[in-house]
């Protein structure tokens, strides 16, 4: 009996003794893993510009520093649009020293806030990307208000009119003037007005923007240019978007009845409203499919209306693709068309 608790403290001292080599293995493994890697350090990864003018680049210097045991290698830098960043030491740092990344930022056609992100990609296998910001404020000195246009939602058929101020808060210069306007949107029409000072120096000029009456249906996007005689913004960019409706809407835009089985007859259910909650009529509906029916039922006299869309028995075998066409008595409108999709087996 007492020589088998001796030999069973034998084996346990075995045990935890191999265990222990093993721990301190691993450990000496990971610890010499981490000395023969390089180790990348920026004292700074953000840094603000403050208040700039347009006109004005401006550069800042990243410093970093390996703090590693073997060389770091900067394989490759991407920068945010408007910005370069060059690596003004060597590529590839030895441990125990340092290095240096310029950033340069061009503000040109940049007005208010802006913040650009710098992605240094390095071999250090703890902090392969490092991400360096830059940040600031771009005080303009010529723009226009807005920056951007966004006519939102604008019923077909109706003409809508706005306005661009081009402001100049220089304090000496030529005179601002507008040596021309012009916009890549056949629907809009461009109408600058004349120049207007106020008591503080500032100079504004306005520009009537009309769209005119046949914009077609969807949403459109495109842009207008403001040409100046300023050297600070000789050409101004106002990004456009107009999202053109319909006033009789159908919903949902396409009826997809997926796999029916020949000889049953599912039916898909069409809502058609007034967007602005105006009064009208749906006269009849049509499709050129002749195993389809169609039913017409108010929900709200003159304001909403469901039609019902159903397969017939005799359907044929295949892939059913059509429509069905809504006319309704709203001028100006034609028949809203909604498709219609479907495979029919046996």
């Known amino acids: 009996m007492r020589s088998q608790t001796v ?53 800042h210097v990243f410093e970093f520093h390996n703090l590693g045991w073997r060389a770091l290698k ?5 920068t945010s649009c408007g910005c370069t960043a060059a690596v003004l030491s060597t590529s590839t740092v030895p441990p125990g020293r340092s290095g240096e990344i310029k950033v340069t930022f061009n503000p040109e056609g940049y007005q208010g806030p802006f913040q650009k992100v710098i992605y240094v990609h390095l071999n250090d296998p703890e902090h392969p990307v490092v991400a360096l910001q830059i940040k600031g404020f771009v005080r303009a000195t010529v723009y226009v208000i807005p920056q951007r246009l966004d006519f939102g939602e604008v019923k077909r058929g109706m003409p809508v009119d706005t306005t661009l101020v081009v402001v100049d808060d220089r304090e000496r210069g030529e005179r601002l003037e507008i040596t021309g306007v012009e916009s890549d949107m056949k629907c809009i029409h461009l109408t600058p007005g004349k120049p207007q000072s106020q008591q503080s120096g500032r100079v504004t000029i306005p520009i009537a923007v009309n769209l005119n009456s046949l914009i ?9 240019k403001v040409h100046t005689n300023t050297p600070e913004r000789p050409v101004i960019v106002v990004p456009v978007t107009i999202d053109v409706v319909d006033e009789i809407v159908a919903s949902p835009e396409m009826l997809f009845f997926g ?13 058609v409203y007034s967007r602005w ?3 009208f009529k749906v006269l009849k509906v049509e499709s050129p499919l002749p195993f389809l029916s169609t039913q017409i039922s108010p929900i709200e006299e003159t ?20 429509a069905v066409k809504i006319y309704t008595d709203y001028p100006g409108q034609p028949a809203i068309e909604v498709p219609v999709v479907s495979l029919i087996g046996e």
Do not use: H, M, W
């Open 216 to 224: 077609p249906v969807g949403k459109l996007q495109g842009r207008i």
């Open 303 to 322: 304001r909403r209306y469901k039609v019902i869309v159903s397969i017939r028995r005799d359907a044929p075998k295949g892939r059913v693709e059509g």
């Open 74 to 78: 900067i394989d490759r830098v991407i």
């Open 259 to 271: 796999f029916v089985q020949r000889g049953d007859t599912p039916s898909r259910k069409i809502a």
């Open 7 to 59: 030999c069973a403290l034998a084996c346990a001292v075995v045990i935890i003794a191999c265990l222990s080599c093993g721990i301190a293995t691993a450990e000496g493994t990971q610890e010499d893993s981490n000395r023969t890697a390089p180790s990348v350090k920026f004292p700074e990864v953000v840094y603000d510009f403050d208040t700039i003018t347009a006109t004005q680049k401006v550069t």
């Open 277 to 279: 909650k105006l009064r």
